[in-house]
């Protein structure tokens, strides 16, 4: 009945916010929301619990763009394929029609072979058009060769929970564990970047990490790079990543797949060498890498850095540790306690239909590395030296895109990885991949498409995705994906198989109303013990089963106010449990009063019967800060934003926001719980740049 009640209740709040009927003129592209639209479909499914899985990175390069669009009259295949919107077909008829006569506006990129508005519109925000031109050779010794186009950013950035948690109180007795530092999580930033520069420093300090001075962060990386020199097309000295071909070798970071994006998520956007700034602590590599060439490209590397992992005995320990925490006694004893040495290359032709490449690398532990023991365990990687070597392409038959990647671990593990995407007529197109990682394949640095953040592995399947524009108004969308996981995975101990499908359908009512309605189901295979008359234990197969139905509405009511408003239920079931069910209703509204600032607001009520039937949204927050509330049982949620810029140089933004829970007087677990009903947020950040 309480949820009935609540559900009336914001139903009307729905309609007082979102029930207009005058659309008061032509809303402009807005390009922070773009941004925010494209981070939240590639993030569809992301899991806040899932401590592997950190998008900072990829939200970091996102706004990274947005702030310094690509210009399409000069950059390379590898600049233009990370823009949302673009495929190697879309990409290479652009560098095939400035060949011809280089873009005078960005609009003109609807007369390319393939782009039509929609695409436009997606891209708006990443692409400018700039000169052709190009400094000569002999400009090298001048300053100005090195500076164009250079910006100078600083970011300092402070965050924290407003309520005291266990782990910052005095320990009650010797010996009682407790965070090393304060409740504060801090961020700093300092970069400069031109056309050929880019120049870094980031320092993170997590929340009870200590933080002495300036100099004892306990994250520090850095970078100073060199691009587009002749055909140096980038040197890289410092702290680094490479996202070569479809992932399975190497991909710094962990790439996202299945969500909204059903044509194009699947297929990795290579961006090949880039400098790294990203505070995400472990998937990087620290030491020296370029890439040269023109059409024929070769990238070369080297890395060495220290790791933290749990020491089994003597010089024997576990994986080394991806969260990057060093907050209690424990994990400040294993700090930095490994080092990893590794050297590989990649090559890579542009055939003018596509790319063919290569990826390859031998890595070096200074300790040998000892898997678990539990049956999810018996795949892993274990011993001191890794490497991995495999084949990718991308290819396009007018209007036909292939792409895949066959790639092969140490030990004799294979993966492979190959989707197509083609249009079935001109409203009409359809992407199927199939993916085939082996249960000891183990390529430790790759990140292939697949249900499995982080190592592909121990996973076949297949997908296909489909998306259809009926006319100006009605898009829609889905997927069917059938996969299975052939060894064991954490909590099982036999071969599963799961079921995934989603479907969208996109609503255009105006240039300033759009809604949507998406419906998601998965059902996935997870065994468990029961005992006999006998005593005995014997292995039952269950099924998890979550659906969920979301509607969502947003509304530029005047070029200063635009809503967004949202409902979503969801059903969730464990193996051996009954149904339990969910609903999220939320009023977000962003209000311009002055030129200077902008707010973001939202109002949350949610009530789930338990974590199983949690409910996630995704949250406007400070620049370079991805939010994702993960919901569950009964309370509301709120948070306020504001930006102001206060000049020309100077950027400011503060976050407040709070989740009150009314069946729960403590939040949080263990040394990160607190005692009450309230966990709030607080989150300062200021930005300096010219």
Known sequence: MRIVNRSIFLVLLFLIFSGYDEVFGQ?????????????ERI?????PEDEELSPEELAQFLIDLANNPVNVNTASLDDLLPIPGLNIRLAQNIITYRRAKPFETVDELVRVSGIGPA?????RPYVTVGSRAELTRRLLTSPGYWTQGGRFEMFSRMQTVLEQQ???????FEGQTRYAGNQLRYYQRFNYRSQRIALNLTQHKQPGEPLAGPTDFDFNSWHIGIQNVGYLQRLVIGDYGIWAGQGLVLWTGLGFGKGREVIRAPARRERGLQPYQSSEETRFMRGVAATIGGDLQFTGFYSSRPLSATVVQGDSIRFPSSTGFHRTPTERARRFNTNLEMYGGRIRYNTGFGVIGATGYMAEYDKTIIRGTSLSNRYDFEGSTASAFGIDYRLFFGSVILYGEAARSQNGGMGVVTGSEFPIDSNTNVAIVYRNYAKDFQSIFGSGFGESSGIPRNEEGIYVGLEHQLNRTFRFSGYFDQFRFPAPRFGTRQATSVYDWLAAVDIRFSRAMQGSIIARSKIR??????????????????QDTRTSIRTQLDYQITRQFRTRSRVEWVRARDRNGEPEFGILMF????????????????IAFFETESFTSRIFAFEND???VFSSAALSGTGQRGYILLRYTASKNIDIWMK?????????????????ESFGNVRSQLGLQVRVRF
């Open 27 to 39: 809303v402009p592209a807005d390009t922070t929301r773009t941004v925010e639209r494209d981070l």
């Open 43 to 47: 993030l569809e499914d992301f899991d």
């Open 119 to 123: 695409t436009l519109e997606r891209m």
């Open 166 to 172: 266990v782990g910052y109180t005095e320990p009650e």
């Open 525 to 542: 295979e997870n065994d468990y013990l029961i005992q006999d008359a006998f005593g005995r234990d014997i292995n039952i197969m269950g």
């Open 587 to 602: 009023q977000d509204i962003r209000w311009l009063p002055t030129p200077r600032l902008m707010v973001d607001a939202r």
């Open 622 to 624: 400070m620049l370079y």
């Open 656 to 672: 407040y926001a709070a989740t009150i829970f009314e069946d729960r007087q403590s939040v949080g677990s263990g040394l990160d």
